[in-house]
């Protein structure tokens, strides 16, 4: 078995009413409930981090768009009709 450790949550007590009863619905505990819920926000949070380093990382190592730097049009152009 996995090390665990204990922690203290208080919660609303409509809130704690309604995951009493979606454990309940599930066959499972709010422990477990909680362990789930908290695994993917981190979860979430690590694919979060991931994707905004690799967009940077991107971002940094960007290909030439063969301008030079200098933008060779007028907003007029863009938008001639």
């Not at 981190?42 to 905004?52: I, L, P």
């Not at 690799?54 to 301008?67: I, M, V």
Request: glycine share 4%.
């Amino acid at each position: 078995m996995a090390d665990h450790q204990n922690v203290t949550l208080r919660l609303p007590r409509e809130l704690l009413r309604i995951v009493k009863r979606l454990a309940a619905d599930r066959d499972t505990s709010i422990s477990a409930l909680m362990t789930e819920a908290l695994a993917r926000v981190a979860d979430e949070d690590r694919r979060y981090s991931a994707a905004r380093k690799r967009a940077l990382a991107a971002l940094r190592s960007a290909g030439s768009l063969g301008t030079g730097g200098r933008r060779t049009w007028s907003r007029d152009e863009l938008h001639e009709r």
